[in-house]
Structures are given as C-alpha cells and as structure tokens.
C-alpha cells in the first residue's frame, strides 16, 4: 500500500506542479497513455485521486501514444518536423527543488487528498469521507 501511496503522491503533485506552472485553474481533460493508460479504471483512478479531479468522461486512454507518434512521424513530413520542434522546445522541470513540492507530495498521498477537492467524486465516494 504504501509504494502505491508513494507512487500516486508523486504523480499527483507533478500534475498539480505543472497545471500551477502554465496557469491553469482546474483540469480540463486528462489523457493517459501506455499500457497504463489502456487498463486502468478511470473511475477508480479518480477515486484514488491519481490526478487533480475532472469530469470523469474528460478521462481518455489514448494507447499507444509513442508507437503512434513514431508512425505518424515516419510516415509524414510534416508530423516529422512538428515532433522535431516539440523535441527542441521540451522543457525541464525538476520537480524536487520545486517550493511547494514536499507539501504536495506529502498531502497528495492520502486518498483522494488531503486538502484539495474533488466535486467530481460526489455521488461515487461517500460525503463523508470527501469532506474531511
């Protein structure tokens, strides 16, 4: 338990970093990817609070988003030099020197969170145990 608590903090307060750093207010889609992305239960993963909430049916898998890109790529110029500028323009965020990372971390990892809200949830999780 405690490894998936660890796990989903990290990812939690990642996502939290990097919607506070573009100036977003509230998620408005979520896209998983991967093998990860393809079988897990987006109800669930709300309720564990594996990211901030959204309207669960703005949680979308989206397979196999590297082999795509990689066929999208080789198969078309234009995707080709789009990959290439994104690949040039990436940038990265070391999220441990971040200020507020700990806090985050450290309140990301209850279920679904210690302080942050989840409207969405209401009506799946008890009252009870959103508000408290």
Request: charged fraction near 25%; hydrophobic fraction near 40%.
């Amino acid at each position: 338990m405690r490894q998936i608590q660890l796990a989903k903090g990290a990812l939690y307060a990642g996502c939290k970093l990097m919607v506070k750093r573009i100036g977003l207010k509230k998620l408005d889609k979520v896209k998983i990817a991967g093998a990860f992305g393809t079988h897990v239960d987006r109800t669930k993963a709300l309720v564990m609070g594996l990211f901030p909430d959204c309207d669960i049916e703005m949680i979308q898998s989206v397979g196999n988003a590297a082999g795509d890109g990689c066929r999208a790529a080789l198969l078309n110029v234009k995707k080709r030099v789009e990959a290439n500028w994104c690949s040039r323009n990436v940038e990265y965020v070391e999220l441990t020197v971040e200020p507020t990372f700990q806090q985050d971390f450290m309140e990301a990892m209850q279920l679904p969170h210690m302080t942050d809200p989840f409207p969405h949830l209401r009506g799946i999780v008890r009252d009870e145990i959103l508000d408290q």
